[in-house]
């Protein structure tokens, strides 16, 4: 099963959320025309990708099969990830060099800044997933390096996925709004597997 960029643009409509999604959803998030998104539609329903309810005159939309869905939720997350590059570059060493210094399983920035909307005295938080290292300690060196305030929030494995029950608001930031700087795979598997 080989994809074309369209039926991959088509299929990443379905994400971050991945709940069901009616066909003119998907027309609005990806800007193709009603017969490009149907024709992307019934390849990927052909091959087992997504499946089809019909709820009224419509139909409702659904991913079925996430192991082929990953590439789009991969490209996603990278386009993510370079519109935030793009926007803020000056933070892309201070990430870098905290990811390097913790070496977490996962990096997720969320907040305002993983919304584009940062204020001034706006901090940057960070999700990190099984650190090696100390987060705090290293966040604050790298604070006082650089004036430039990180705000981590580290979670062992075993609390990761628990994170969608206790605290329902952080998850849905995470995993709609987040940006994963580091380790995509651990998360789609976490959130999506």
């Given amino acids: 099963m080989l994809l074309n960029s369209r039926e991959i643009e088509v299929l990443s409509s379905f994400f971050p959320e991945a709940e069901p999604i009616t066909a003119s959803q998907i027309q609005k998030r990806c800007g193709y025309s009603h017969e490009r998104v149907h024709s992307a539609l019934k390849t990927l329903e052909k091959e087992g990708i997504i499946t089809s309810k019909p709820v009224g005159k419509a139909f409702l939309y659904s991913v079925r099969n996430f192991g082929a869905a990953y590439i789009s939720s991969a490209h996603l997350a990278l386009e993510k990830k370079e519109k935030f590059s793009n926007k803020f570059p000056h933070l892309i060493k201070i990430l870098d060099e905290f990811f390097a210094k913790t070496r977490p399983d996962l990096l997720i920035i969320f907040g305002s800044y993983a919304r584009m909307q940062p204020l001034k005295e706006s901090d940057l938080d960070i999700l990190c997933a099984n650190p090696k290292a100390q987060p705090e300690r290293i966040a604050a060196e790298i604070n006082h390096r650089y ?20 605290n329902p608001e952080l998850w849905r930031s995470l995993k709609q709004g987040g940006v994963v700087w580091k380790g995509h795979e651990f998360f789609y598997d976490r959130a999506y597997g």
């Avoid at 981590?152 to 609390?159: A, D, I, R």
């Fill in 147 to 166: 004036g430039f305030k990180l705000a981590p929030v580290s979670v062992s494995l075993e609390e990761f996925p628990k994170i969608r029950q206790d």
